[in-house]
């Protein structure tokens, strides 16, 4: 019989705070298991060549670590997360368009229609603001 699977939600977690190469914010997440979840990150998400630097505090259990993150992602405006600023174009200034377009395009990662769909609406929304992207 195989052992039942563990409760996570009274395991020990983490929340951790990706950071750029000038030392700003850029994605504030929550895990169990952070040697899986950098991995998933580095496979799967665009902003992932950004990391420079990885700030980690421990929580007893994911109530407390859920809610630190979401107090950090509230108040410490990480550049990248989606419940953040990065969740509201209409809050974006034109570099953040910019950023977030090049790193997209830039990141070697396989675009899904969705996220493709979000380039194309980013794109739409900075030619309508700012005018024709410079090539």
């Not at 040697?35 to 496979?43: E, I, M």
């Not at 405006?77 to 570099?95: D, T, V």
Request: with cysteine.
């Amino acid at each position: 019989m195989r052992a039942p699977y563990p409760d996570h939600t009274v395991m020990r977690h983490y929340v951790y705070r990706f950071l750029n190469a000038d030392g700003r914010l850029i994605y504030v997440g929550c895990t169990y298991n952070t040697d899986k979840r950098f991995a998933f990150h580095k496979a799967n998400m665009w902003w992932a060549d950004q990391v420079d630097r990885i700030k980690i505090k421990v929580y007893p259990n994911k109530a407390l670590a859920r809610e630190a993150e979401k107090w950090a992602i509230r108040n410490e405006n990480p550049r990248w997360n989606i419940l953040g600023k990065f969740a509201y174009m209409s809050e974006w200034i034109e570099q953040d368009f910019l950023d977030y377009i090049a790193a997209i395009e830039n990141s070697g990662v396989a675009l899904a229609d969705v996220r493709r769909q979000r380039l194309q609406k980013a794109k739409d929304v900075y030619a309508e603001r700012f005018g024709s992207i410079a090539a």
